[in-house]
């Protein structure tokens, strides 16, 4: 039905774009706002990098009604995605705190209408998903210089961002922020989490391509981002490098197991062998790491699980539609159900943020968008002979999931320079696998 109104406009509107300098450029200005997106995310503000996203979404939606033969298609992935949209515009409806909810929903919206926007471009322009990806991973390096930098003159802390009461000196981390604003260092983390499999992604498709040079230089970034995102101190970044370690291996075993056994062997045990001392010799780190485990006794667990506890009783008082979607509105609604006088923005898990905002089906629905997502992705590194493809889906479902492992702890998620490469990476699996089609 859409495609059919679009191609009444497109007749309506074929003249101008024949002869319209700026249409017949578009695609130009788009990936040039695309990768602005990116460059302001190191950083300008959330207003501004949302702005910069909502050049993007407009110059898609001018393109989609005057570009010839533009046609509008979801994959059936994505109608769980369009699903949960539908459910946070119910609960915004719904929401008591609707100014405040209102808010909330216009970065929704900026999240969604990019992710559109970027399956609307990578559609005919594949070929420029290596240099997107080199965008992120630039911006991640310049992150990971910085930090490493911040680590060596020892930066204080802007608040209280570890627990040092049971602590030696010796074990007293310098955590790390980068140029990210607001300045944290789980911001940080999350960031590295979401960026880090490009860079090793652009390692290894340029290892293929026999451009060497090129593939050491991502490596080596990727490499110094890895050992940064441990400076941050941020445990949540630390399950999510697990996991996109694991997922590295898993996706090499493909190629590497059946003629290279002993070396793919090698060079896992020798990764697990370093981490493993990285851990015994650098006693901030080993701190950190088992602070982990420490459950109650570390005081920023002990907050976290306060969180978990008020908000499912806020679930539980309103699982249907939920609150509303925004921190802001989230903030408001908190104060009545907080455990402790800790005032807390989110409920520091994504999974648990989504239910408490917008209700049980929409958690329902990210869900399922969420494995259908996985299932297709898995399905397609399985299948196909594609090579570059493979390391580019593999890239982005490492990302989505180290994401998810990260959001179970933090609330970082929510934050835009994590959301526009997450949802970058999502477009990418979208358009380079194999997933059923539907015409709108």
């Known amino acids: 039905m859409f495609n059919s109104i679009l191609k009444l406009i497109h007749s309506k509107t074929e003249f101008l774009y024949e002869n319209s300098l700026f249409l017949q450029n578009i695609d130009k200005l788009i990936f040039l706002s695309i990768i602005l997106v990116f460059v302001t995310s190191t950083c300008m503000s959330s207003d501004v990098i949302g702005f910069v996203a909502l050049i993007t979404v407009f110059l ?3 393109k989609i009604l005057t570009k010839p033969d533009e046609k509008l298609e979801i994959k059936t992935f994505e109608l769980w995605l369009l699903a949960y949209f539908m459910t946070v515009i119910i609960s915004l409806a719904g929401s008591t705190l609707f100014h405040l909810s209102l808010k909330g929903f216009f970065k929704t919206f900026t999240y969604m209408a990019f992710y559109f926007s970027m399956v609307q471009y990578l559609k005919n322009n594949k070929d420029k998903i290596p240099y997107i990806l080199g965008a992120i991973g630039l911006c991640v390096s310049f992150e990971a210089v910085v930090g490493f930098l911040q680590n060596f003159a020892h930066v204080e802390e802007i608040s209280t961002w570890q627990d040092v009461s049971s602590l030696n000196p ?3 981390m310098t955590r790390v922020y980068g140029t990210l604003k607001p300045y944290n260092p789980n911001l940080l983390g999350g960031y590295f989490v979401v960026g880090i499999p490009s860079l090793y992604a652009l390692a290894a498709i340029c290892f293929y391509d026999k451009k060497y040079k090129i593939s050491f230089m991502w490596l080596l970034c990727a490499l110094l981002s890895s050992a940064t995102l441990f400076l941050t101190g941020c445990r949540g970044s630390y399950m999510g490098m697990m996991v996109i370690m694991l997922g590295i291996f898993a996706v090499s075993a493909k190629y590497l197991w059946k003629n290279y056994k002993h070396i793919y062997l090698s060079v896992v045990g020798a990764v697990a062998a370093f981490a493993t001392l990285v851990l015994l010799f650098v006693s901030s780190l080993r701190a950190r790491v088992l602070s982990i485990f420490a459950m109650r006794q570390d005081s920023s667990n002990s907050f976290r699980f306060n969180v978990y506890h008020s908000s ?3 679930f539980k008082d309103n699982w249907l539609l939920g609150i509303g979607v925004g921190n802001q509105n989230f903030r408001e609604i908190y104060g009545l159900y907080m455990k402790t006088g800790f005032d807390a923005l989110s409920a520091y898990n994504i999974f ?10 929409a958690l329902i629905a990210f869900l399922g968008f969420l494995v259908t997502l996985v299932k297709n992705a898995v399905k397609f590194i399985f299948k196909s002979e594609d090579v570059k493809n493979v390391i580019l889906v593999s890239a982005g479902i490492i990302s989505v999931c180290a994401v998810c492992v990260h959001g179970m702890v933090d609330t970082v998620f929510f934050r835009p320079q994590i959301q526009f490469v997450f949802w970058t990476l999502v477009a990418i699996i979208s358009n380079l696998s ?6 709108c």
Request: glycine content about 4%; proline content about 0%; hydrophobic content about 50%.
């Open 60 to 62: 898609s939606f001018v």
């Open 170 to 172: 010796e074990e007293v």
């Open 312 to 314: 499912i009783d806020m």
């Open 352 to 361: 648990l943020e989504i239910a408490v905002e917008s209700g049980i089906f």
């Open 434 to 439: 194999d997933c059923k089609m539907l015409e």
